[in-house]
């Protein structure tokens, strides 16, 4: 149980293009989801928490209009990175909560991204 | 401020030996929790360990277990009977308020990378 997964893996993109990153929970409903990142040997930075529903909460320093979130059922929310540089080049990775179990996050396989 | 600190970029173990991971952690609140999890080089993060602040005993997931000294505020991974399989990323990781109603957010450590050697 507590299967996260996460399309596309990995994605490479024109500079200037968006990308959306899908996140779904498959065998539970998560009514929180959250989006992290990751640098090439750094730790993980937490960019934003997805709550159905409602708006997604942005950690400080992460640009909204830049990451698009959307969180429109139980089993799915979306990181849409819009009109990406290559600074954006990263490993994406999201995570899920259930409601029975809040302390725990399941993580998702993350997103590859390269932009060119 | 919640903080984690991991002080082992690295370490190395032999095949079938135990090793032990530190993590440090500091919070002025009372009520927390801390994780482990393990990132092997595909990149997902894989969930080991949970220790409640207020769990009296220290938590065991098969070979894992958690050496939780709440005074000394560190809760250092034990992986016991090491693998190669074992060989990864790990991360320590805390719960951060707020607690009730909806999911709680969590603050990395910088991991330390466990490389099992024959």
């Known amino acids: 149980g507590a299967v996260v997964s996460q399309h596309p893996s990995w994605v490479i993109c024109k500079s200037g293009t968006s990308v959306k990153i899908e996140c779904r929970s498959l065998?539970?409903?998560?009514?929180?989801m959250f989006w992290y990142r990751q640098f090439p040997k750094q730790s993980l930075m937490l960019m934003a928490t997805?709550?159905?529903?409602?708006?997604?909460?942005?950690e400080q320093g992460v640009e909204k209009d830049k990451f698009l979130i959307n969180h429109a059922s139980l089993t799915l929310s979306t990181l849409t990175v819009t009109s990406a540089h290559p600074e954006d080049s990263s490993f994406y990775i999201c995570?899920?909560?259930?409601?029975?179990?809040?302390?725990?996050?399941?993580f998702g396989p993350g997103t590859r991204l390269l932009v060119l | 401020a919640q903080k984690i600190t991991q002080t082992q970029p690295g370490m190395f173990v032999q095949e079938k030996e135990a090793v032990t991971l530190d993590c440090t952690y500091d919070?002025?609140?009372?009520?927390?929790?801390l994780f482990w999890y393990k990132q092997p080089s595909s990149g997902e993060m894989i969930f080991l360990i949970y220790?409640?602040?207020?769990?009296?005993q220290n938590a065991t997931e098969g070979r894992y277990s958690l050496n939780f000294q709440k005074a000394r505020k560190s809760a250092n991974l034990v992986i016991s009977a090491s693998q190669l399989g074992d060989s990864a990323m790990y991360f320590c990781?805390?719960?951060?308020?707020?607690?009730?109603?909806?999911?709680?957010?969590?603050?990395f450590g910088t991991g330390t990378r466990l490389q099992v050697t024959l």
């Open positions: 220790q409640g602040s207020y769990d009296q």
């Open positions: 990781a805390m719960r951060v308020p707020p607690y009730t109603g909806t999911a709680s957010k969590l603050t």
């Open positions: 997805s709550n159905e529903g409602s708006k997604a909460t942005y």
């Open positions: 065998d539970f409903q998560a009514t929180t």
């Open positions: 919070t002025s609140d009372p009520s927390y929790g």
């Open positions: 995570s899920a909560s259930n409601q029975e179990k809040q302390e725990t996050q399941y």
